[in-house]
């Protein structure tokens, strides 16, 4: 199943398409205009990291979705230097 990424916590009414989530039985991926970024696996709660190119608007889609699944938001320099 694939939906647009939904901004509840961001100043952003909405992302216009660009952030959108494929949801399987045992993941959730988040794609930044249409790039993998990083999946949670529902079974473990661990993040996968696909992408690490920075881009402030893909920062603020990975903050979003790292909020909705309960995890602490993350800065550039962070994000830049996950393991992909």
Avoid: D
Wanted: glycine share 2%; aromatic share 14%.
């Amino acid at each position: 199943m694939q939906y647009n990424l939904e901004c509840r916590f961001g100043n952003n009414q909405s992302f216009y398409g660009k952030a959108t989530i494929e949801e399987s039985e045992k993941n959730i991926t988040l794609l930044s205009y249409n790039t993998p970024i990083v999946t949670l696996n529902k079974q473990t709660n661990s993040l996968k990291w696909l992408y690490n190119t920075y881009t402030q608007t893909t920062l603020k889609h990975v903050n979003e979705f790292l909020k909705q699944h309960n995890f602490e938001p993350i800065t550039k320099k962070q994000f830049e230097n996950m393991e992909v």
